[in-house]
């Protein structure tokens, strides 16, 4: 179940505790989830300790959860400002910040904003990254494959 995804934040205005809320939910209903988190652009300009102090707060609920319901849980970091764009985190951003959230969370971390065919490759290579949750470059047939030929031959 993806729980959490920016569009829902924003067009639905879902709060942190109500995302945590269907998140848990769905893990006692049996369900693994993908849980989305990440910035806007108005946090990602104030540096990386602001947008890490802004991913821990929309994901301070995990802390609290037993290892069992942790283990049915992915988190997807989804850059909101990067998504659609074109625009993505540096190499080392998208590294820092995913060796951040495994650290602070133990879950598996995967990456979703603006991941296509030219840069899967790079980012999936990275040890940080567990994989990528795809939005409109899965629209494109070649491109999804060669994304999926990307991770195939990284992860």
Not at 52 to 63: A, D, G, N, T
Not at 79 to 86: D, F, N, S
Not at 112 to 121: I, Q, T, V
């Amino acid at each position: 179940v993806l729980v959490g995804h920016s569009e829902r934040r924003q067009l639905f205005n879902e709060s942190d505790e109500l995302v945590m809320l269907k998140a848990i939910t769905a893990v006692q209903q049996g369900f693994k989830i993908v849980l989305c988190c990440g910035e806007p652009l108005e946090v990602r300009r104030k540096g990386e300790e602001a947008v890490l102090k802004f991913l821990k707060r929309q994901l301070s609920e995990l802390s609290h959860w037993d290892k069992e319901s942790l283990d049915q849980v992915i988190v997807a970091y989804e850059p909101i400002w990067a998504i659609g764009t074109g625009s993505i985190p540096s190499i080392i951003e998208i590294i820092n910040i995913h060796t951040f959230l495994r650290s602070t969370f133990r879950t598996p971390i995967i990456y979703g904003g603006s991941c296509d065919a030219s840069n899967s490759e790079q980012i999936f290579s990275e040890e940080s990254v567990a994989g990528g949750l795809i939005g409109g470059a899965s629209l494109q047939a070649q491109s999804f494959v060669q994304i999926v030929k990307n991770a195939c031959t990284t992860i």
